[in-house]
């Protein structure tokens, strides 16, 4: 069973940058497909990224795509998410995944393990 800490979340004004990390422990961490998902306030759970086991194959929501980046260290056991261009309606507590299932994969019931989160602040 994996362990899952993200790390890096704050507050930011509209514009900026941000990059945020999920450090994995307690399991082989290149078997894993990691996502990215984010809640906000009053809002349903939603799907940012997925990326493959070795990291070659990315998926994006239409919501972040060209904005967002997500990359692995499979020597360090770890998964970033780098945000560009922030706006307001990025607002959210930002979530990492794992997945033991084959491929990206977009939907909450892929994934078994889940971090605690971690809040990102976009302001105007």
């Known amino acids: 069973q994996v362990q899952l800490v993200e790390s890096g979340g704050g507050l930011v004004q509209a514009g900026d940058s941000l990059r945020l990390s999920c450090a994995a422990s307690g399991g082989t961490f290149s078997r894993y497909v990691m996502g990215w998902f984010r809640q906000a306030p009053e809002k349903e759970r939603e799907f940012v990224a997925s990326?493959?086991?070795?990291?070659?194959?990315?998926y994006y929501a239409d919501s972040v795509k060209g904005r967002f980046t997500t990359f692995r260290d499979n020597t360090k056991n770890t998964v970033s998410l780098q945000m560009n261009s922030l706006k307001p309606e990025d607002t959210a507590v930002y979530y990492c995944?794992?997945?033991?299932?084959?491929?990206?994969?977009?939907?909450?019931?892929?994934?078994?393990?889940w971090g605690q989160g971690t809040q990102v602040t976009v302001s105007s």
């Open positions: 995944a794992a997945s033991v299932k084959l491929g990206v994969q977009k939907q909450e019931s892929g994934y078994d393990y």
């Open positions: 990326l493959s086991r070795s990291g070659m194959l990315t």
